[in-house]
């Protein structure tokens, strides 16, 4: 087995001189050598929270059990459309809308931890917090429920979503296997480019 961080890749090899004829490739499939490399042709995509957070990105935070992880990226949430900075921080002044989904704490828990971050940020309605929602869903396949997931992410239209916690959205996936994780691996990535934004 791989280590959990290790990403196996395969090379293929053919025959010298070999020729390529019409390419009928995916859309958004492009190949490129190495001058495309030294022009830079691709584009870096913009920030969503200056020197955090990539536009169409995904961004998986790691930590032990209680170092404050969700509490963190619920303020992150809160903050970056009421004061357009994160953690008095990150400049966060393009986000309009963010969106945190939890899956393990109680919506009452959410609900106190949110009244604790906008009375430290002197928050007293949605009128000073546009664009910021939260959704409790309690444990979730998240592989299964990419459809409304998106219906959500589609209505919704946030600059970035958080998903607290990975563990309760794997319906007993392992994350330390790979052939566990493809799926959901992909379907985060999927929805980060389809969806924000």
Known sequence: TWPPLARPMTAIASGMGAQVNALSLPEGWQVCD????????????????????LARSAT????????MKSLAWLAACL??????????????????????IESEDSRWVLEQRLRGIAKGLGLKGAEDAPGFHYLR??????VNTEKELAQVLDY?????????TLQSLLAGRSWKEQQDMQAVNSLIVRLADQYCP
């Open 34 to 53: 190495l001058s495309d490399a030294i022009a830079g042709t691709g584009q870096k995509p913009p920030w969503v929270i200056e020197d955090l957070l």
């Open 60 to 67: 998986q935070v790691s930590a032990h059990p209680h170092s």
């Open 79 to 100: 903050e970056s459309v009421a004061a357009h900075k994160v953690w008095g921080h990150f400049d966060a002044s393009s986000v309009k809308s963010s969106l945190f």
């Open 137 to 142: 869903t309690g444990p979730f396949d998240l």
């Open 156 to 164: 919704y239209k946030p600059d970035f979503v958080v998903l607290s």
